[in-house]
């Protein structure tokens, strides 16, 4: 490489990138930037007291950016349907199940949540096509009940494939609720939500492309990379954000894949932040903002422009759980 290598330090990266110097660098040293971006925010969520993990991969050039913290354990929040959309595409494949094949459930399945099916005129019956859409686009709570009680077995169901078929899993699994047919969505980690949006992304197919599709217009963008983006014609941001389904909202995560459509770069990215047992406050909304700037900093590594503040997005806000344990949604 003869593009010479420009010295930078984490304390003057965020000037050189704002000024958009970096447009015409290398992939090295855009990678390098992104780096000293990542690594400082971190220091940042430490200082107050954020407990954050975070995996940045360069698609393209199969080079890794920045890694911290992998294997904390954080509360999965709705990350955990990237697990369960693996399992029904690999079912799907295999000629098990078809999209057309028809899901019914009761009036007491219903979980309250932003899906089209969470409300309490929503339909009894769905297609798992758009059970698995409204699961991914509008993160539907009945949906993935669902699809893990109809199409998937169960819950232990679930967790036994989890275990014979992706023994990389060491910590994510559903929490079946003893004698009923609940569950909560269970703990996760940074490294394993990474194997799961590799797999999903691997194998493309028609089925690929529709997860591609539902994720890609996911409606909860109201943090992260998905916040920040106004190229829209030139940045796609394919993320699926875990936001937890309790009225104050403990963790914040978003993962997924930015791809610059102009130059067809790729950048892979798992940030997860604020562990469920810490209390709601000011550190919940601290962890919010954190995600945000990663999000900012990856965006102007793919040549995306940072929002001004009055283009910044509305918080979304999602219905209470109407039955909670230990504030968390059972399913």
């Known amino acids: 490489m003869t593009t010479p290598v420009i010295p930078i330090t984490a304390d003057d990266s965020s000037s050189y990138n704002s000024q958009g110097h970096h447009q015409d660098a290398s992939w090295y040293a855009k990678r390098l930037i992104l780096k000293l971006q990542l690594a400082r925010q971190v220091k940042e969520n430490e200082q107050k007291g954020i407990d954050t993990s975070v995996i940045v991969y360069d698609m393209t050039d199969k080079k890794p950016v920045y890694s911290h913290n992998t294997d904390y354990v954080h509360w999965a929040a709705s990350d955990s349907k990237l697990f369960v959309t693996s399992l029904l595409l690999e079912d799907l494949r295999a000629g098990k199940i078809t999209l057309n094949t028809q899901l019914s459930w009761t009036a007491s399945d219903r979980r309250?949540?932003?899906?089209?099916?969470?409300?309490?005129?929503?339909?009894?019956?769905?297609?798992?096509?758009?059970?698995?859409?409204?699961?991914?686009?509008?993160?539907?709570?009945?949906?993935?009940?669902?699809?893990?009680?109809?199409?998937?077995?169960?819950?232990?169901?679930?967790?036994?494939?989890?275990?014979?078929?992706?023994?990389?899993?060491?910590?994510?699994?559903?929490?079946?609720?003893?004698?009923?047919?609940?569950?909560?969505?269970?703990?996760?980690?940074?490294?394993?939500?990474?194997?799961?949006?590799?797999?999903?992304?691997?194998?493309?197919?028609?089925?690929?492309?529709?997860?591609?599709?539902?994720?890609?217009?996911?409606?909860?963008?109201?943090?992260?990379?998905?916040?920040?983006?106004?190229?829209?014609?030139?940045?796609?941001?394919?993320?699926?954000?875990?936001?937890?389904?309790?009225?104050?909202?403990?963790?914040?995560?978003?993962?997924?894949?930015?791809?610059?459509?102009?130059?067809?770069?790729?950048?892979?990215?798992?940030?997860?932040?604020?562990?469920?047992?810490?209390?709601?406050?000011?550190?919940?909304?601290?962890?919010?903002?954190?995600?945000?700037a990663f999000g900012r900093d990856m965006l102007r590594f793919e040549g995306d422009r940072a929002p001004k503040p009055q283009e910044q997005q509305n918080q979304l806000k999602v219905q209470d759980a109407p039955e909670v344990e230990n504030g968390r949604l059972v399913f």
């Open 112 to 292: 309250a949540g932003a899906g089209i099916y969470d409300s309490d005129s929503s339909p009894l019956t769905a297609t798992v096509q758009d059970a698995l859409f409204d699961m991914l686009n509008r993160s539907g709570n009945t949906a993935v009940r669902a699809i893990v009680n109809k199409a998937l077995g169960g819950a232990e169901a679930v967790n036994q494939r989890y275990l014979t078929e992706y023994p990389e899993l060491k910590v994510t699994k559903l929490e079946p609720v003893a004698g009923t047919d609940k569950f909560l969505l269970g703990y996760t980690t940074a490294s394993e939500i990474d194997f799961i949006i590799q797999k999903l992304a691997s194998n493309y197919d028609s089925y690929t492309a529709f997860v591609k599709n539902a994720l890609a217009t996911n409606i909860f963008d109201d943090y992260g990379p998905r916040s920040q983006v106004k190229d829209k014609e030139n940045i796609l941001v394919i993320d699926k954000q875990g936001q937890l389904n309790d009225p104050e909202g403990n963790n914040r995560h978003d993962v997924g894949i930015i791809e610059n459509k102009k130059t067809g770069h790729m950048l892979r990215y798992v940030l997860m932040t604020t562990n469920y047992e810490q209390p709601a406050g000011p550190i919940t909304n601290e962890a919010t903002t954190s995600l945000q």
